[in-house]
C-alpha cells in the first residue's frame, strides 16, 4: 500500500508538471505543438531509438564485465533483457528495478542473488559520479545562459545579492560543522547514524576500488563514459527530427541530457517533468517552448518504447526459462 501510494504521488507529480507547463502556452503556441509532431521527421526518431536501446546493450555489456571476476559468465542476451526488465520495474516502483534484474538474471544463468546486488551497487557508484562530474561540467559549459535564465525567470523569486550571502554562511557553517565532527569523532563513534554514514562511505570507496581489481578497469571505466555519450548523442540526434533544432551543436545535446536526468529523480521514468526541462534548456538558446516541449517528448517516448519492448520480452523469457526449470525437475 505505501509503494502504491507513493507511485500515485509521483504520478500525480508528474501530470501536475505536465498541466502546469501546457497551461503557460497560448492556443497558438498549443497548435505550434502539435504542428512540430506533424512535421518532424520521424527516421531520426526511428535512429535515436536505435542509439538508446545500444546504450543498453553496452550497459549489460559492463555488467558482465563486473559479474565475470566472480567466477560467472553470464550470456549477453539475458543479462540485457535483465537490465531492460528492472528498467520497466522502476517505472512502477522507482528503485526496485535493480533488486528484480538482480534476481531474474541470478536465477536464469545460476548465480547467487546477494553477488549480483553487490555488482549493482557499483554500477551505480560510477553513475553517480560520472553524472555529478558530467553535470558540473555542463553547468561551467553554459554558465552564462543558465544564468540568464534563472536571473530572467525566477528574479522575482530569488534575491541574488541574498543568495550570494547565504552561500557565504552556508560555506562557513560547513567548516564549523566539519571541526565539530572532527573533535566529537570518538563520541560520534558510538551513534548508530554516524556508523550507517561510515558504512555508506565505506562501501561507496570499496565500490570504487572494485573496479581497479577487474582484468581491464580501462574498459570498463570507457563502458561508462560511452553509456553517457550515448544518451547525449541520442538527444542530438532527436534534434535533427525538427528544422528549428537541427542547427543545435553538440554542446547543447549534452547540457540538455544532463538537465534533463534530474527528471526520472523526481517523477517515475521522468513522465511530464523530463520534456519540460528539455523545453524550457532550449528556450535558453531561442527555441520556442512548443518546439522545445516537442523535442523532449520525442525523446522520453524514445527511452520508454525501448523499456517496454525488451522489458516485456525479458519478463516472458524468464517465465518461460522458469516455467523449463520447473517441468526439468518434475521429470
Not at 526511428?46 to 560467472?72: C, D, E, H, K, T
Not at 541574488?160 to 567548516?175: N, R
Amino acid at each position: 500500500m505505501k509503494k502504491t501510494l507513493r507511485l500515485i504521488i509521483f504520478l500525480l507529480i508528474g501530470l501536475g508538471f505536465i498541466w502546469w507547463f501546457i497551461s503557460k502556452l497560448s492556443h497558438e503556441e498549443i497548435k505550434q505543438l502539435f504542428e512540430s509532431f506533424t512535421h518532424a521527421n520521424y527516421f531520426w526518431f526511428f535512429v535515436a531509438l536505435l542509439v538508446n536501446v545500444f546504450s543498453a546493450v553496452i550497459r549489460a555489456f559492463r555488467w558482465q564485465q563486473l559479474i565475470r571476476p566472480m567466477g560467472y559468465n553470464p550470456k549477453l542476451m539475458p543479462t540485457f533483457l535483465a537490465v531492460m526488465s528492472g528498467y520497466l520495474t522502476n517505472l512502477a516502483v522507482p528503485r526496485l528495478g535493480e533488486i528484480v534484474r538482480c534476481g531474474l538474471l541470478g536465477k536464469n544463468q545460476k548465480i547467487p542473488f546477494e553477488k549480483t546486488v553487490g555488482t549493482v551497487i557499483v554500477e551505480r557508484t560510477v553513475d553517480t559520479i560520472c553524472f555529478a562530474l558530467f553535470f558540473f561540467i555542463a553547468l561551467m559549459i553554459e554558465f552564462n545562459y543558465i544564468k540568464d535564465y534563472i536571473y530572467n525567470n525566477f528574479n522575482n523569486i530569488i534575491n541574488f545579492s541574498s543568495l550570494k550571502v547565504f552561500l557565504i554562511y552556508g560555506f562557513i557553517a560547513i567548516i564549523i560543522l566539519c571541526s565539530i565532527l572532527f573533535i566529537f569523532r570518538k563520541k560520534l563513534k558510538q551513534m548508530k547514524f554516524y556508523k550507517k554514514i561510515i558504512e555508506f562511505l565505506s562501501g561507496f570507496m570499496e565500490g570504487i576500488k572494485s573496479i581497479f581489481k577487474l582484468k581491464n578497469p580501462w574498459l570498463f571505466i570507457f563502458n561508462s563514459l560511452f553509456i553517457w555519450f550515448l544518451w547525449i548523442l541520442g538527444t542530438y540526434v532527436i534534434f535533427l527530427c525538427f528544422d528549428q533544432t537541427s542547427h543545435l551543436a553538440f554542446k547543447i545535446a549534452f547540457v540538455a541530457t544532463m538537465l534533463g536526468a534530474i527528471g526520472p529523480a523526481v517523477t517515475p521514468g521522468g513522465i511530464g517533468l523530463f520534456p519540460a526541462i528539455i523545453a524550457e534548456t532550449l528556450l535558453m538558446y531561442a527555441i520556442s517552448r512548443p518546439v522545445g516541449y516537442a523535442a523532449g517528448w520525442l525523446l522520453w517516448i524514445v527511452s520508454q518504447i525501448g523499456i517496454l519492448i525488451f522489458g516485456l520480452t525479458g519478463f516472458v523469457y524468464f517465465s518461460k526459462d522458469k516455467k523449463e526449470n520447473e517441468r526439468d525437475r518434475k521429470d
